[in-house]
């Protein structure tokens, strides 16, 4: 074969990559099988066809790498430490899934991550359609992984609104804007129905930078009055007005010392979850720490299940100490700064609002626990690696890539 015949190929190969991820992305809130089948290939066809190396060459390193390093050691390192733990998947799978991130980060310095994106969306008006709708037989696989509960429902509808948002912001077609805008709607009133409040706290949180996101700078007093009507639909909706009443509820058990109500639950597991950090503040107390606090006191059958904190803050601190909850407040961090300072770019928009998103879910839930959840925190930490597309060896890949098509 000619280098001309090599080049192409591996064009063609990059493609591939592309597309396999874009499949990765649809599957994400659908199917745990098929998206790690999706990601293999793409893994495989990423190698294979030399993007891979041309990433490494070409490898620009930007602040959240080292945190990443730190967080996908800690498992491993704590073993040494509390070697008798009764959870080592735990401890392995919260190492072995940052290599979602890296090879995500690589490959997105290596092609476009819009149709990734698209696909995204995609993927999630297929689980909502599925969550809504009465007939279920139309879906021929498992139901959809998003509905697995109602907190991971929340948080893909609030990932759907947000990305759609920035979609809309850098779309040109009137008729695609309409399509961006329309999913943004179902989204958002699937959040206002459903009893996820995770996912209505971080669309209210963000409701500006959404808005704001739908018009132009001269319109800016026409995104505050949306955004005050959206907050008002948002919180009058019958789903959210019992969701607050029952706070209220959960706040007068409090006060009379009655912890069995979700918000009750929910602050128990943060004071235990404390408690352990106290008790280990330099590793914390390892894997099992948790659940050995939280089982040694007398638990209902519903409470006994609980094996983290619901607090990705709480969490690290009480499982890897003071280091794992520094090295994630490093990442996020770093994954703030860096969206910010790009946020004018598509690319740095996106990983802007995915800091926000998960800095905002990671106090009401524990991301880092469950595989969809980690799934979608690597798949979006990776996205990173599209800030270096436009880099000088990415720039020549595309110019081969033109050259060759």
Known sequence: MTSDGYQGQAVKLLNATQKAYAVAFFFLPLSKALLFISLAIGFMLFVAGGGFTRALRGWRSLPWVWPAAILAALPVLSLLVHPASSRL???SEASYYWIIAVMTFLAASQVRILPWLRALVGGILVGFLYAELPYKGWWPLDPPSLIANYILYSQFLAIGVVLLSILYKYENSKAIRAVYAAGMALFFLGLTSGMGRTGMWVVLVLLPFIITNLFA?????????LCVLASVALLMAPTVQKRIRDAASDMQLLQQNVTQSSLGYRLEMWKTAWGVFRDHPLAGGGAAGFEAAWSS??????????VEPHNAFLFYASFYGIFGLLALLWLYASVLL?????RQS???RV????ALVLVLCSVTNTVFMGSVSRAWVMLFLGLQGALLYGAPA???AR????ATA
Do not use: H, Y
């Open 89 to 91: 998947v735990v401890q």
């Open 217 to 225: 700078k001269q319109n800016r007093g026409k995104a505050a009055l």
């Open 297 to 306: 006191q007398p638990r209902g059958a519903e409470a006994r299940a609980f």
């Open 338 to 342: 860096t969206g910010w300072r790009r």
């Open 346 to 348: 598509f690319e740095g």
């Open 351 to 354: 990983v802007f609002a995915f």
């Open 394 to 396: 990415q720039l020549a």
């Open 399 to 402: 110019k081969l890539k033109e």
